[in-house]
């Protein structure tokens, strides 16, 4: 029997990462001969340790913090997602060909649209935060086009400069950003939490206003039950919460596929890691 290809999840910490238990139920499915681990990079040797791992045959990398802009930096091709994210979160080696993707913004998309049944195209989506998990995320969503797409931040200067950044590479007009302040009273059919809020207990500066009763309330923070953007969510009236546990599972499946040429089937994994939201 031929040995098994070699893939893992690379970042610091990794003790908490479900990707090895995701990739290798995969494996399992679909009769992938490959073994899956985690490797808990140094800070400061990202290239050195995937140096290290691709002289011992390594085929390919998950990415996640805090590397992923060092994974973007040691490619030496980036995808159109991991271009306009400026971060990668999958990696393939083929000989010296280093090929870069970034996924996040794909499995947020797949969640929402296939397993949570919420169409995006004409809706208008909000997202919160400015950061590189919402970075990763607008490209994705302006594929589906929605009416609109409205990035919101504290700090409105990061979120203006963000939009400016998407549109002069050619995002539509329908990509806006600001403050909170500036949401007004037209409801969003979709809001997506990517900020970081939800880690430390936090819940984002929204009125309840900002909520369609029949829309969607998505915390890409998953694990967590019911968090605070979730909880404003209910108490708003939102029939519709969910987490981010299916994104996660969801671009683990884009990697997979990327990586063996197969797409393995999702739904049993969410489920299986999934936290009630409770």
């Known amino acids: 029997m031929t040995s098994p290809d070699r893939y893992a999840v690379i970042g610091n910490p990794i003790s908490q990462s479900k990707s090895p238990l995701i990739h290798m139920a995969f494996a399992q499915e679909s009769r992938q001969n490959l073994v899956y681990t985690a490797i ?49 979160n999958a990696l393939k080696f083929e000989g010296d060909r280093v090929q870069a993707q970034n996924f996040d913004g794909v499995g947020l998309v797949r969640d929402i649209t296939h397993n949570l049944g919420q169409a995006l195209q004409g809706k208008r989506v909000l997202l919160l ?10 490209l994705p969503i302006l594929h589906q ?42 409801a969003f059919d979709v809001i997506i939490n990517a900020t970081s809020a939800s880690l430390s207990a936090a819940t984002p500066p929204l009125p309840a206003s900002a909520f369609a009763a029949d829309g969607l309330a998505y915390d890409m923070v998953y694990g967590k039950g019911l968090t605070p953007f979730l909880q404003l969510a209910r108490q708003a009236g939102v029939r519709q919460l969910a987490d981010g546990v299916g994104m996660l599972v969801e671009q683990a499946a884009e990697a997979f596929a990327w990586w063996r040429g197969v797409r393995p089937e999702t739904r049993a994994m969410i489920a299986r890691i999934s936290v009630p939201l409770v």
């Open 40 to 88: 808990e990079g140094p800070l400061g040797q990202f290239a050195a340790t995937v140096d290290a791992f691709r002289a011992e045959g390594g085929k390919g990398l998950n990415v996640t913090l805090p590397f992923k802009l060092d994974a973007c930096a040691y490619a030496t091709e980036l995808s159109e997602d991991a271009r306009a994210a400026g971060a990668a």
């Open 129 to 138: 935060g400015a950061g590189g998990a919402s970075r990763g995320a607008i």
């Open 145 to 186: 086009a929605p009416a609109c797409l409205f990035v919101a931040n504290r700090t409105v200067a990061k979120a203006s400069a963000l939009v400016q950044s998407f549109h002069a590479n050619g995002a539509p007009a329908t990509l806006q950003g600001g403050g909170f302040d500036e949401l007004g009273r037209d």
